[in-house]
């Protein structure tokens, strides 16, 4: 991959994007994870300014502290980013308790999780209203279009996806070059929706490059019995993951209704 000129594209694109829609900004909510600091970066040097939002919900010290590393960075770098941070644990509580009770499982704890990801999507379109900005995507090509891993309306839900063309080993070159601080580079990637350290990898179970391989090995129109041992494992768990979250992936259906039907 040709690092710079693939930052120079995507800076370029932005800049376009926002130009013509008459937007002035964006907003990125930061994780402390290497996608929200890669693309946050990408936006800073569009020039334009850039909001950078925390949004903590009972967040591991650790995150806490590579996001706002990343934030004091990014602004110390641009004079376009400022940042706000909105605690959203006592919100999340809040509506937790408004909630019927329901008894412990693991669909409970992950619809849990999901809510925690559609507050943050509802705070970032707070604030690209009342500012009148964009809201960046921070999802990456394998998570995006591979296995799915993100929440519908949560960190789904964005205006433009300035890195969802890139694999993840290729956010790492990018990131690298735009000098992401090396703690967001060399932590282990996670949603930071469960309340602790909890990798991508141990949710999923592969890791992404793994998942980047297997990935490709399915555009090629392999089958699991391609392979055997690790390999046949990792491909059988991006399938899985693949099928199961093409409701993602795939446009809202719609029922047609016959026209005959609507004489």
Not at 92 to 114: G, R
Not at 124 to 147: C, I, M, P, S, W
Not at 163 to 185: C, F, H, R, T, W
Not at 214 to 241: P, S, W
Request: proline fraction near 4%.
């Amino acid at each position: 991959m040709q690092t710079e000129k693939v930052i120079d594209h995507i800076v370029d694109w932005l800049k376009t994007y926002a130009t013509n829609a008459n937007i002035s900004g964006f907003v990125v909510g930061i994780s402390g994870g290497i996608d929200s600091a890669t693309t946050s970066s990408l936006c800073a040097k569009t020039g334009l300014r850039v909001l950078c939002v925390e949004m903590p919900i009972h967040q591991p010290p650790s995150h806490v502290t590579r996001a706002q590393e990343h934030i004091a960075q990014l602004k110390q770098r641009f004079a376009n980013v400022s940042d706000v941070r909105v605690n959203l644990t006592d919100t999340f509580e809040t509506l937790k308790s408004a909630l019927p009770l329901a008894s412990e499982s693991d669909d409970l704890f992950l619809s849990l999780a999901n809510t925690r990801a559609r507050l943050r999507m509802s705070t970032l379109y707070y604030f690209a209203g009342l500012h009148k900005y964009l809201v960046a995507g921070t999802g990456n090509k394998v998570e995006d279009f591979g296995v799915g891993f993100y929440t519908k309306y949560g960190d789904g839900g964005v205006d433009l996806s300035p890195i969802a063309d890139l694999m993840k080993s290729e956010v790492y070159n990018i990131a690298a070059a735009l000098g992401v601080p090396e703690s967001i580079q060399q932590a282990k990637p996670t949603d930071g929706l469960w309340g602790d350290d909890r990798s991508d990898e141990d949710q999923i179970g592969a890791s992404y490059d793994d998942l980047e391989w297997a990935m490709l090995q399915d555009e090629k129109g392999k089958t699991a019995t391609d392979f055997e041992g690790h390999k046949r494992q990792v491909f059988e768990i991006y399938k899985r993951f693949n099928t199961a979250n093409k409701h993602k992936m795939e446009p809202i259906p719609v029922c047609i209704i016959p026209e005959n039907l609507k004489e």
